[in-house]
């Protein structure tokens, strides 16, 4: 479980920075989605199983679960802040992430504040991707294709990638109300999105990024896909799996992970039309929500694999920063996406060991026994 929770990280840093020793896995908006059934599967589980009782309580779970993401967060944002600063201090201004989009606009107060705001909470970073701004007048206005506005208001972001956060966090919102209705009440809201998702898709052609993946009422399918995940988990808990049995299906999707780019996008026996999703994403989507259970039935007390899985959020938290400082650097070596990712990789294990756990520490005695 772990395991596969590294490599989507990498995913997304191969995505952005480079292939990592010639692999870009499956890239950043699958492996976004794919977090988004596991975070699904988790919330399921700690919801109904963690969560009840004394602990039954929405406040208690919902500030565990920005306690577990703003800190991280935060440090990574005052990281790029002081980065990007000593960055254009030392290249005399020539280089100047992030904040040369802000010169490059007349700010008003609203905007800047909305600016501020988003950037402290997080929230609302998901919908600067269905915005412009006015470069005149600073204001924001409606768009539905951010690509073609100049400039893209999420080169105000100092974590970009952070907008994913946004739409984890509005789940957490809601997740206690419909985790705990039932198998019922999910496959219902299953529908309903996959509907929108392909009405929007259909009959307004809005076919390309932001709405093919950072729409919320259409990617909250993936998160109760990871509800209907734990309740296979709960099926198989009454057997006893071969150990085989797991370890074949992890060398699947390991290697299914690796390689997906060398797949074919629509098989020849399985091409769908008009389907907002190609066949190998379908495929490798219900591999991860049908293998999530095995993973973690098997691997649950095996310290390893937890410590490699909870790598996974501060590497694809960090390595921005990391990535932009590394391609402005003046040694060759540093601007290889391998690179950038063992220097990500150990960042991220300082990040855990130093900021993660400790508050992990405190985040796990809030809860009563």
Not at 115 to 138: A, C, E, K, Y
Request: charged share 10%.
């Amino acid at each position: 479980m772990g395991l596969i929770r590294f490599l989507l990280a990498l995913s997304v840093v191969a995505t952005h920075c480079g292939s990592i020793f010639g692999f870009q896995f499956v890239g950043g908006p699958v492996a976004v989605q794919s977090f988004f059934i596991i975070s699904g599967f988790y919330m399921s589980m700690i919801l109904n199983e963690k969560y009840t009782g004394v602990n039954n309580s929405f406040w208690l779970f919902i500030s565990n679960r920005f306690i577990r993401l703003y800190p991280v967060y935060w440090v990574i944002l005052l990281v790029t802040i002081f980065a990007y600063i000593i960055l254009g201090f030392t290249t005399n201004w020539r280089v100047f992430p992030v904040f040369e989009s802000y010169l490059s606009v007349k700010t008003n107060f609203i905007s800047f504040a909305y600016l501020i705001f988003t950037h402290l909470v997080i929230f609302g970073q998901d919908i600067m991707m269905f915005m412009g701004i006015s470069p005149g007048n600073g204001s924001f206005y409606f768009t539905p294709k951010f690509w073609e506005t100049t400039p893209q208001l999420h080169t105000f972001l100092f974590v970009p990638q952070a907008w994913s956060l946004g739409l984890e966090l509005t789940f957490y919102l809601v997740a206690p109300f419909i985790l705990r209705r039932g198998v019922g009440v999910v496959v219902i809201l299953i529908f309903l999105s996959l509907f929108l998702r392909l009405f929007i898709y259909n009959f307004l052609h809005l076919e390309n990024d932001p709405w093919s993946y950072r729409f919320f009422p259409t990617e909250i399918i993936f998160f109760l896909i990871g509800y209907l995940s734990y309740q296979l988990y709960l099926k198989i808990q009454k057997y006893s799996i071969p150990k085989y049995v797991v370890l074949v299906l992890l060398f699947g999707m390991i290697s299914f992970t690796c390689f997906y780019f060398y797949f074919p996008s629509n098989f020849y026996f399985l091409v769908l039309k008009k389907f907002p999703f190609t066949t190998k994403e379908i495929l490798y989507f219900s591999g991860v929500a049908f293998c999530i259970p095995f993973f973690f039935n098997f691997f649950k007390k095996i310290s390893f694999d937890r410590i490699i899985g909870e790598l996974s959020y501060p590497i694809y938290i960090s390595h921005m920063v990391i990535y932009i400082l590394c391609i402005n650097s003046n040694i060759p070596i540093l601007k290889t996406g391998w690179c950038v990712a063992v220097i990500t990789i150990f960042f991220a294990y300082l990040l855990n060991r130093y900021i993660a756990l400790p508050i992990e520490k405190y985040r796990q005695g809030r809860l009563r026994r």
